[in-house]
T-cell receptor, first 114, second 114 residues
Framework: AQSVTQLGSHVSVSEGALVLLRCNYS??????LFWYVQYPNQGLQLLLK??????LVKGINGFEAEFKKSETSFHLTKPSAHMSDAAEYFC????????????FGIGTKLQVIP | KAGVTQTPRYLIKTRGQQVTLSCSPI?????VSWYQQTPGQGLQFLFE???????NKGNFPGRFSGRQFSNSRSEMNVSTLELGDSALYLC?????????????FGPGTRLTVL
């Protein structure tokens, strides 16, 4: 069975500071991993996805994530936070690699302090 | 190209009623997935349809059902509504639900059950 744990339901960073959102996964097969962002009253938008091609995945809006098999982690980072990054972020896993059955984490709300 | 559209955006129902939500995927997309989002449970997978067939189903009671039409539009139905069914229902589409695809989300339908 696949599952995702996001550590920290709320994270606050200062504008310009490093953003680090943590995600650990559990999967019985090599996983496919995703990060999504959700702005208030909107649907989810894909930031990036890991499909085993490269362990460091670059996404949109300056975000990237590194797949670490030994730590079963897929943490999301951004070197410098911008006010527009304030949103809720979801880590997700799919054992099939596709979207036929995706399991999401509980989400992390990112607050950016000016 | 138009995005994923969901109608209605907001809905208020009373316990015991039934409701039907509609999702129009991006043109050319044949895979449609439905998710329920609540503050307590987060995002949970409901079901996924491809070419009018349900390929996967999440752990929801039989009161939750769906279907997909030949034009890939999808509907989900919830019968005998309960207070706990109050949630944001998100629809997402992709070309075929495969690992090389990207899944796009609609803005959601917010259902309130009184």
């Amino acid at each position: 069975a696949q599952s995702v744990t996001q550590l920290g339901s709320h994270v606050s960073v200062s504008e310009g500071a490093l953003v680090l959102l943590r995600c650990n996964y559990s999967s019985s097969v090599p996983p496919y991993l995703f990060w999504y962002v959700q702005y208030p009253n909107q649907g989810l938008q894909l930031l990036l996805k890991y499909t085993s091609a490269a362990t460091l995945v670059k996404g949109i809006n300056g975000f990237e994530a590194e797949f670490k098999k030994s730590e079963t982690s897929f943490h999301l980072t951004k070197p410098s936070a911008h006010m527009s990054d304030a949103a809720e972020y979801f880590c997700a896993v799919s054992e099939s690699g596709g979207y036929q059955k995706v399991t999401f984490g509980i989400g992390t709300k990112l607050q950016v302090i000016p | 190209k138009a995005g994923v559209t969901q109608t209605p955006r907001y809905l208020i129902k009373t316990r015991g009623q039934q409701v039907t939500l509609s999702c129009s995927p991006i043109s050319g997309h044949r895979s449609v997935s439905w998710y329920q989002q609540t503050p307590g449970q987060g995002l949970q997978f409901l079901f996924e349809y491809f070419s009018e067939t349900q390929r996967n189903k999440g752990n929801f009671p039989g009161r939750f059902s769906g279907r997909q039409f030949s034009n890939s539009r999808s509907e989900m139905n919830v019968s005998t509504l309960e207070l706990g069914d109050s949630a944001l229902y998100l629809c997402a589409s992709s070309l075929a639900g495969g690992r090389e695809d990207t899944q796009y989300f609609g803005p959601g339908t917010r259902l309130t059950v009184l």
